[in-house]
């Protein structure tokens, strides 16, 4: 007589959930998933942590030392972002199941209702292959000067802890009515499942954001805002040649400054040297963070834990008691190319950029993957309204003067088979286009110039212009020198800001990247060599 065939035994919860991360164990140091309550309490004593920001998808804390921990950085910034839930995990029925006696038909039903709490409540959450993506393009940008040191990826499972619950708090009384997390309140049990599961990206605190900074009366002269344009240039352009990387989202939130010099004040730092320097005139450097959304090619593969020379190891690790075997340097490549398919989430596309030129500054970025052209008009595919270009024309938002949208052309999209169709074509967003980093640099010249516009150097008297420079304010021809150099380095950068408008940009012979706007500034004698090789 034949016997059965063995059945196989069921996964446990802890394989599913395991399973399913796997793609992020693989890169990070623990290689396991820890206990929300555990890693928090191995942080308590020796940190104090603070929410300093909201992100895309998730959260930004920052971890401030209070005990002091050999060999041990002073401070870390942790995006924690909630993760979807596993497909296959049980849902709340199903862990009580033996304590029910109901009905079946009443059990299928309450299945079906949990079923459809969990997708509402995970549809702001993140998938594993983007947070894998993020953490892939953080340590290949690692060494880039300019971009996030990151230190470590944690996975945890279960609901945050009374340290991160208590400064969700403080940072949403802080805020303002209409700028309250939209996040919600992780004290609450109903917001999180004791299942839920997080991943932790530990990096170095890069500094205040561009956009909290200027709100704060920062970067208020036409040296900060060279300095800091020139910065992110640089970084930028660096990152494109080195593994074709795009942004994708770089707003003002999305940069940050910090000082060279510890006795500075970022909110109003000392211009030396403006005679003798073309770059650096203050000590202000630029840290380009955040990104969820861009596209880089993946090429250290075989090594996954790079670190910058010299830079310190996570705090999150230090805290750790857990032993490590030789096993645990294993390899593990990941793909060729890190990217979040936009296709995916269209409605960043359809916002009002009547309250927000960012807005605006997406849909440009589609028509560049698209068309190579900012100009052309795409058919936005969550509206069917046939006034929808007629609205666009009558944008009463302030843009540039040259902004195409005043006059969109369009333009039937494209398929990937070249066909004519409303599909977007496959993997656009998995393809390099570099033009998309120059409508962002435009955005950002264009916020910092607007930021000063009642204080350029061509609008102010010698005296309100040397306030800040480190210089002999008796000597009157030096003084007219610095103004006259003011006065150069605003003319230069309208300039700039001519070459990068989204109109232009749609042109023939226009510049094709920010690595070609450096090369062009260094052609003209803007900036200098020396201080492109300086800056990495």
Known sequence: MRSLPTPHRAPSPN????????????????????????????????????KIAEASFGEVYRLTVKS?????PSESVLKIM???????A??????????????????VQEKKREKAAREEKDQWKSYVDQIQSE?????NLNPIPGFTNFRELTVLKGRPSLSFSNAWRTWNRSRPRSKKSVFPDPSKKTSYDDTQLWAVVEMQDAGTDCERLMERGGISTIWEV?????????????????????????????????????????????VKNPLKRKLGFTSLETTVIDYTLSRADIINTAEPHIRRPGSSSSLSSRCSSLSRSSSDEESFPGPSVAYFDLNKDVSIFSADASEEYQYEIYRYMRSIAFYDDPTVQVEDPLSNDKNDIEELEEYSFETPRCSPRKNPRKIPRKTSEGRGGSEPPKD??????PKTNLVWIHFILYKLLQHINDNLPSAIDTVRLIKNVNIDASSASVASLVHKKAVKLERIL????????????GKPECLGSVGELVVLAIQKGWVDMGDVVGSG
């Open 15 to 50: 394989d599913i959930f395991t399973d399913y991360v796997s793609p992020l164990l693989s890169l990070s140091d623990r290689r396991a998933i820890i206990s929300f309550e555990q890693w928090s309490s191995e942080l308590d004593p020796y940190f104090e942590v603070t």
């Open 68 to 72: 002091a921990m050999p060999n041990s």
């Open 82 to 88: 909630a993760m979807r839930s596993p497909p296959d």
């Open 90 to 107: 049980p849902l709340p029925s199903n862990r009580d199941e033996g304590k029910r006696t109901r009905r079946k038909a009443d059990a």
């Open 135 to 139: 953490v892939q393009l953080l340590q």
């Open 226 to 270: 060279w300095d800091v344009f020139w910065g992110v240039c640089l970084s930028v352009a660096k990152a494109e040649e080195g593994c074709r990387f795009e942004h994708r989202d770089l707003h003002l939130e999305n940069v940050c400054i910090r000082s060279s010099q510890s006795i500075d004040d970022i909110s109003s730092p000392v």
């Open 428 to 433: 656009i967003w998995k393809q390099f286009h």
């Open 494 to 505: 309208q300039r700039v800001a001519n070459r990068i408008e989204p109109c232009v940009l």
